[in-house]
């Protein structure tokens, strides 16, 4: 490996050329943060607008939401689309990571 440093004058000696791990590990970080929150946000709004689309669009999801009075009663209405939509917009849908694994047992 070869690395050329370009000096003036001005530069004191010796010049150290050993790189800031932390620096760099940090910037790594937040640049893996970034990547991640942007892609899951873009995700979420990609299912969003499935389950809006599902409901009949903008105006029937805001009625349905306005127009229910009860969880029962819109899901009633809306059926899994609206179960979804409140899902996504509120982050549960998010903790179906935590759901326990199936039996592999047969039922006899």
């Not at 499935?50 to 805001?62: D, M």
């Not at 819109?74 to 998010?94: D, Y």
């Amino acid at each position: 490996m070869i690395q050329v440093v370009n000096f003036t004058s001005t530069n004191a000696f010796p010049i150290v050329a050993d790189p800031n791990w932390s620096k760099i590990a940090k910037c790594s970080a937040a640049l893996a943060l970034f990547i991640s929150s942007n892609l899951f946000a873009a995700s979420k709004i990609i299912k969003i607008k499935k389950y809006i689309k599902a409901l009949g669009g903008l105006g029937e999801a805001a009625k349905l939401l306005a127009g229910a009075t009860t969880w029962e009663e819109k899901l009633k209405i809306g059926g899994t689309a609206f179960a979804g939509l409140a899902a996504e917009i509120t982050g549960v849908a998010s903790l179906s990571v935590c759901k326990p694994a199936k039996s592999s047992k047969k039922k006899k």
